[in-house]
């Protein structure tokens, strides 16, 4: 069964960075589109960031020039840099990967456990 795990999370102060990794493992024939979504205490869980197979992405407006996401196709790997972070950014923050695997052969979208990135002001 294919896997994410993530890490980097943290404390940081307010203007400070963090990066974020989250890798899939199991056996993936392909991974489609790849996020990073967070949920702070007494929200709903938003969306941060998505990059699809071919490199496009997409932000939400509270972070758009902040925060930039990559992947790594080779490792499976998205990664999210987080700058400029701000008290507001303080959240759990979790992945989603979406793509087809072999064993089972089927269709998979996936959820990390999260990691808590706190911003102190």
């Known amino acids: 069964q294919v896997q994410l795990a993530e890490s980097g999370g943290g404390l940081v102060q307010a203007g400070g960075s963090l990066r974020l990794s989250c890798s899939a493992s199991g056996i993936i024939l392909r991974i489609d589109d790849m996020g990073w979504y967070r949920q702070a205490p007494g929200k709903q869980r938003e969306l941060v960031a998505t990059?699809?197979?071919?490199?496009?992405?997409n932000y939400a407006d509270s972070v758009k020039g902040r925060f930039t996401i990559s992947r790594d196709n080779a490792k499976n790997t998205v990664y999210l840099g987080m700058n400029s972070l701000k008290p507001e950014d303080t959240a759990v923050y979790y992945c989603n990967a979406a793509g087809l695997q072999l064993s089972p052969y089927k269709s998979f979208n996936l959820w990390g456990r999260g990691t808590q990135v706190t911003v102190s002001s």
């Open positions: 990059i699809s197979s071919g490199g496009m992405t």
